[in-house]
């Protein structure tokens, strides 16, 4: 459809004239006016000034009109739920955020994303029928047949909580469910740090790790939809279980939760595995040399700090910031900590590299982003050892807002395939609004 050709390529490249759409498209310029007559009686395209032909007369220049309709952006994470509503040229509008509240139980945390959502839209004077897609990053895997959630570590009672159908029902515009990480690659590479690049992995360390990957500029899921589940990687002998946990070795290990528990087990504070960089295999198969820790973080030529931490920090209460403060001031313990942590890391990216050969590893979340910036070199050094081909390794651009940001890319990307569909249509209905309900218009990635 003409149209339809129109439509894009003023939305990637206006504001354009008539002749120029003429030209690119190598249609007659009677079909160009025609179709340019029918987007702008459908309010789809908008008169954006003129520009001098060199002929005497003034070309009128068109652009997409980026007020047709509006989208939702949701990122469910494990503190913060953070919603945006943008323009169908991504611009946001309205942002806002709660805690998640997790321990309160998927049916509640749900309910407050639906309170948030409404009044977010009341406060824009945004209508509903205004809404043509919402995008949503959800921890887990959210099965699209029947939308159990699975592997979601951190909110009690989600497996039941029906996030498509829930949103659909409540606000008639189609929904897209999408792994919280796998949301954020899509938004690093849309905005952030990986923009343009077509083989890609985002890793978020954070409460939990996981990878986010695009192969050849699309974004790989993986026949379960548990593509880059990177916490179940094992990185070491003495990681070796016995048993299947929704929390897997790795994320057990260099999450934020992780390198507190490894950091009281090693100074007695509670029980807890001690560290496993630094303890032989079990007893029950052969003894296995440690895992060298390359090049540890550098310990100031002064006696330990111990235990009794300056500044009065309470050891019992610490958490990951304070354990990678305790790192940088000194702190034996905690150095070792972290040194292991980065190590593990190390060995989880290389094993990542080897077998996708990506263009860039982008590092996000808290510990990630924590580990990058005192480790980027070491990271660098090993993977060099262990590798052929090492990608850039960078930091997230857009911190905690990638999950959002990559909503609102899924759902912009919904909307336009609504907006096309309609032009697409036998029998257009002009009268209407391009904004109509989510009836008959199919659900979930498309």
């Known amino acids: 459809m003409s149209k339809v050709r129109i439509l894009r390529l003023i939305k990637e490249n206006g504001p354009v004239s008539r002749a120029q759409l003429q030209h690119m498209l190598g249609l007659s310029f009677p079909a160009v006016a025609a179709a340019i007559a029918e987007l702008l009686s459908d309010g789809l395209i908008s008169p954006a000034g003129t520009v001098s032909s060199g002929l005497g007369r003034k070309a009128e220049l068109f652009e997409f009109n980026a007020r047709k309709g509006h989208v939702v952006g949701i990122d469910v994470g494990a503190r913060k739920i953070r919603l945006a509503v943008a323009n169908l040229v991504g611009n946001i509008l309205q942002r806002a955020e709660i805690p998640t509240l997790a321990y309160e139980g998927g049916p509640r945390v749900m309910d407050r994303l639906v309170t ?6 009341e406060a824009s004077n945004i209508g509903e029928s205004e809404l043509l897609a919402i995008g949503v990053g959800a921890p887990g895997i959210s099965e699209e047949k029947t939308e159990v959630n699975l592997l979601f570590p951190f909110i009690p009672s989600w497996e039941g909580v029906p996030i498509r159908s829930t949103l659909e029902r409540r606000f008639a515009a189609p929904v897209l469910v999408e792994n919280d990480v796998d949301v954020a690659v899509i938004g690093e590479r849309t905005w952030g740090a990986g923009r343009g690049c077509d083989n890609l992995v985002f890793v978020n360390v954070a409460v939990g790790a996981a990878a986010g990957i695009i192969l050849d500029g699309k974004l790989h899921r993986g026949v ?12 070491d002998r003495s990681l070796v279980r016995d048993s299947f946990s929704d929390q897997g070795a790795l994320e057990d290990t ?9 950091f009281k087990a090693r100074l007695g504070l509670e029980a807890g595995r001690p560290a496993p960089l630094s303890t032989s295999a079990p007893t029950s198969a052969p003894a296995v040399t440690p ?7 550098p ?21 990951a910031e304070a354990v990678f403060a305790l790192a940088g001031s000194g702190h034996r313990a905690a150095q070792e900590v972290i040194d292991e942590t980065v190590t593990y890391l190390a060995m989880a990216l290389s094993n990542l590299i080897a077998v996708l050969d990506p263009e860039m590893v982008v590092l996000g979340g808290g510990v990630g982003l924590a580990l990058h910036s005192i480790a980027r070199d070491r990271l660098a050094e090993f993977i060099g050892r262990h590798v052929p081909f090492v990608p850039r390794i960078v930091p997230a651009k857009l911190g905690n807002d990638a999950g959002v940001f990559g909503a609102i890319a899924v759902a912009l990307e919904k909307a336009q395939e609504r907006l096309e569909r309609s032009l697409a249509a036998p029998v257009p209905a002009r009268s209407q609004s391009c904004s109509c309900s989510a009836s008959g218009v199919s659900s979930g990635p498309g």
């Open 116 to 121: 948030l959502l409404e009044g977010v839209l």
């Open 254 to 262: 260099i999450t934020g939760p992780g390198i507190v528990r490894r």
């Open 299 to 319: 310990i100031p030529a002064q006696p330990a700090v111990p235990a009794a931490t300056p500044e009065g920090v309470q050891l019992e209460m610490a958490d």
């Open 224 to 235: 379960r939809r548990a593509a880059g589940e990177i916490g179940f990687m094992v990185v």
């Open 291 to 297: 895992v060298p820790v390359p090049v540890p973080v």
